[in-house]
Structure formats: C-alpha cells, structure tokens
C-alpha cells in the first residue's frame, strides 16, 4: 500500500520561501515518476512540477524559475522549494506517485500574505 505524506506547508509573506517534502513509503519509488499538484480555493487542481524516473523536470509556467523540485531516492522523499512566493500560490499543495496507477497525498496548507 501506497502512502504519501506531505509537509512543510504554512504562512508565509510575499516574496518569502517555503520547501514542502513528500515522504513515501509502501514500497520503492526509483521507477515512479513524481510530481506536485495544488488546488485554490473555488478552482480546479493543477500542475506545479513534476520530476520523471530519470530526473527530468518540467514546471508550469506560472512557477518556472522560482520552484524547484527533486528527489531523494534513498529516502524515497520528494521536494519542492518554493522561493518568491505570491499571494496566487496560495493554495493546498499534493504529491503525486505515477506507476501505472495515481498516489496522491493528503494535501498541505500553503498561504502567502501580501
């Protein structure tokens, strides 16, 4: 059984930093392709980042060069630092494990204040 947790969420001003951690367990990863996902208030769930089983990387465009995503694969743990932040980031934020099938967390808290 699969089992994702995130954390690392919280409050934080406009222009600060925040790095949100995944932790898997249930198995090994280093096959899955992994990714960061969240959702607003009122809107739909959305890409962040994601990170492939061989390590490439792809971002949304409204957080290219400020988010950054990577992976411990001995410690089966993934991260996105989370620099210049804005008010429009706030939102829950999700892990998401690709192995044939979707893994997803339980979502946590991100507020920017302006």
């Known amino acids: 059984q699969v089992q994702l947790v995130e954390s690392g969420g919280g409050l934080v001003q406009a222009g600060g930093s925040l790095t949100l951690s995944c932790a898997a367990s249930g198995r090994t990863f280093r096959s899955f392709d992994r990714g960061w996902h969240r959702q607003a208030p009122g809107k739909e769930r959305e890409f962040v980042a994601a990170i492939s089983r061989s390590g490439g990387t792809a971002y949304a465009d409204s957080v290219k060069g400020r988010f950054a995503i990577s992976r411990d694969n001995a410690k089966s743990t993934m991260y996105l630092q989370m620099n210049s932040l804005k008010p429009e980031d706030t939102a829950i934020y999700y892990c998401?494990?690709?192995?044939?099938?979707?893994?997803w967390g339980q979502g946590t808290q991100v507020t920017v204040s302006s």
């Open positions: 998401n494990f690709r192995y044939g099938a979707d893994y």
